[in-house]
């Protein structure tokens, strides 16, 4: 009886080895043809396909390790049931071979992690100062849009004060509101009234429009430092935790292998 339990085990054992190796194998060769394919085409010295190439591979950095894991997996089933006890540290074995990949993969996102918050950094400052360089100009714009919207208005008063007949007609219809017919009998009694009237009405849009200017700045500002904030916490830490979880895997397990 035990004589077959033990023929069962060594059956099934190569299998169950075969059947991780081969996953873990298929799991790593994707996942590294996803990170290489997707951030085609390659812009490597644009700032902006650097932060997305970056949170592509954090976003899918952990597919490896998995596969890594798998690996691992096989080569102790082989061990626990003897089928490599004399080869167990050659090269060639898979498991030996996910273990340097892993180191590589943790130095590799310790370079990420440096990288990705120096862009994050740079980008961000570059979007601030965008931000106010075109908050800037809409303020330089202001007299301009003031004078066509205020001038329009300005014209339009002019050209009805200019005629008494339309004038009257405008008041007698009781379609304007109140205030606004009382002005423009005001206007029609004192021209000089028109002038007050014009420059206290520039006042209050140059207030209004110093006001929008500010808040649209302000809302551009805090996206602006949320996004980048979002992105240096989960992809900055993800890509350090990733660096850490391979280098643990990696180093360690290559020591625990050479001293196997």
Not at 195 to 221: K, S
């Amino acid at each position: 009886m035990s004589s077959t339990k033990a023929l069962g085990s060594r059956q099934i054992s190569p299998t169950v080895s075969r059947a991780l190796k081969t996953a873990g194998v298929v799991i790593i060769l994707l996942a590294l043809l996803d990170i290489v394919v997707l951030p085609i085409p390659f812009q490597v010295h644009e700032r902006v396909w650097q932060i997305n190439f970056a949170t592509q591979v954090v976003d899918r950095g952990i597919v490896p390790l998995v596969g890594i894991a798998l690996l691992l997996m096989g080569s102790w089933v082989d061990s626990i049931s003897g089928l490599r006890s004399g080869d167990r540290k050659s090269p060639i074995d898979l498991g030996f071979l996910g273990l340097i990949l892993a180191s590589i993969l943790g130095l590799f996102f310790i370079l990420v992690f440096f990288l990705h918050l120096n862009n994050v950094r740079i980008n961000n400052e570059q979007v601030l100062a965008r931000i106010n360089e075109e908050a800037t100009q809409a303020e330089t714009q202001l007299d301009g849009r003031l004078q066509l919207e205020v001038g329009q208005q300005r014209q339009q008063l002019e050209q009805l004060l200019a005629n008494p007949e339309q004038l009257d007609q405008v008041l007698a219809s009781g379609q304007l509101p109140e205030d606004q017919a009382t002005q423009l009998r005001e206007f029609r009694q004192n021209p000089q009234a028109l002038d007050q009237f014009v420059e206290r009405r520039v006042g209050e849009l140059r207030q209004q429009f110093q006001t929008e200017i500010g808040l649209r700045r302000e809302q551009a500002t805090n996206t602006a430092k949320a996004e980048s904030l979002k992105s240096g916490l989960r992809i900055g830490l993800g890509s350090l935790l990733l660096a850490i979880g391979y280098i643990i895997v990696g180093w360690l397990g290559l020591r625990n292998w050479k001293n196997a």
